[in-house]
């Protein structure tokens, strides 16, 4: 796929992978994950145009509190954030990453613009329609701010980042508790990767969602409309677009479970009936006993203490704990130190 100029879309692609009709990375990882026990595909596959306007969807249920307690709080400390990130006033960047429709980091940018601050906005994510629609809508309602997206995985957009003639001064946010996606080690790596391309003294805004009564988190990963089961089911949809799969969607049904023991929350996709899916482009089939699940998604949920040993072991000061009234969510407010 050939990116724009990024100087008209506002954003450049750089990952092939993210661009939709590659199916090659999907492919791979999908023959993998189909082939494991228990079958697994990525989570990270549920972006595709479709699945980004679902996953809005998700945030505005009534029972998907994350979206509305993560605002409550940026909007309360908006101007704390705002002083910190700005400081002596050097260029900033706000580097949002997985920003999906970026609502939230919004309110960090109109603030900083209202206080006379001029930051650049890099949102980082690997849907292209996502990312398409953030960068339109951004543009249009602050028309001021400088915006250079990039489609890209994690990783990949902070080291596209690194490599910039004049390294500004950043706040990253990872926002939505997406960190709570990533197994312990992962999510170590992911900090600690994103520390690495940092400068002494930049910021992080790091949202995880806190352990809570299990009642409350398994009605956030079931809501009644069902929106949260379309998503995941979107997923297979997905295969069937992109791989040539022939996943009767209607027969594999939606489950998200907490468990209380780990602290996570799982999703999968259980087949209602023994069955065979077949794949074109892979040139072969898998076969599913009847309630044989596919995992999907994984979110783990923190207590204050986990939080303080992951970001104390990723070199990360805490220089603010922000949380909700209900203590159900916290934005670590956190600064790195002895970098590069
Ligand atoms: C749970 S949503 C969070 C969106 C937004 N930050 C929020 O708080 O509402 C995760 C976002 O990360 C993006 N994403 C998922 N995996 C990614 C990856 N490996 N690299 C970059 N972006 C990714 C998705 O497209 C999605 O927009």
């Known amino acids: 796929m050939v990116a724009e100029p990024s100087h008209i879309a506002g954003y450049l692609v750089l990952s092939p992978a993210a661009a939709p009709g590659d199916g090659q990375t999907l492919a791979r990882e999908v023959l993998a994950g189909l082939t494991e026990r228990p079958k697994r595909l990525s989570s990270r596959w549920f972006y595709d145009d479709v699945g980004s306007e679902l996953f809005a969807r998700i945030c505005a249920q009534p029972e998907y509190y994350v979206t509305r307690t993560e605002l409550q709080i940026l909007t309360t400390h908006r101007a704390d954030i705002a002083a910190l990130a700005a400081g002596d006033g050097a260029p900033l960047d706000v580097v949002d990453l997985g920003a999906g429709d970026g609502s939230k980091t919004r309110v960090l940018l109109e603030h900083l613009l209202s206080c006379g601050h001029a930051p650049r906005y890099v949102p980082i994510d690997i ?199 209900a203590r159900w969510f916290l934005d670590a407010l956190l600064r790195v130190r002895g970098a590069r």
Request: glycine residues 6%.
């Open 127 to 325: 849907s292209h329609g996502a990312m398409r629609d953030l960068v339109a809508r951004t543009r249009a309602a602050l028309p001021t701010l400088e915006v250079h997206g990039l489609v890209a995985e994690y990783v990949e957009g902070i080291a596209h980042l690194t490599r910039q003639a004049a390294p500004r001064r950043k706040l990253v946010v990872f926002l939505g508790s997406t960190i709570g996606n990533f197994r312990a080690d992962d999510a170590r790596a992911l900090l600690t990767r994103v520390r690495e391309a940092c400068a002494d003294g930049d910021l992080l805004l790091v949202g995880f969602d806190l352990k809570k009564d299990p009642h409350v988190l398994f009605r956030a990963y079931n809501d009644a409309a069902g929106v949260a089961a379309a998503f995941n089911q979107n997923l297979l949809h997905r295969l069937n677009r992109e791989l040539g799969t022939d996943f009767d969607v209607e027969r594999f049904r939606h489950y998200g479970g907490y468990d209380v023991r780990s602290a996570t929350v799982e999703s999968f996709l259980c087949s209602t009936e023994a069955q065979v899916v077949h794949c074109s482009s892979l040139a072969t089939s898998f076969d599913f006993a009847a309630w044989e699940p596919i995992v999907i998604e994984h979110s783990h949920k923190f207590t204050l203490a986990e939080v303080d040993e992951l970001v104390g072991a990723c070199g990360l000061l805490v220089e603010r704990l922000l949380l909700d009234d």
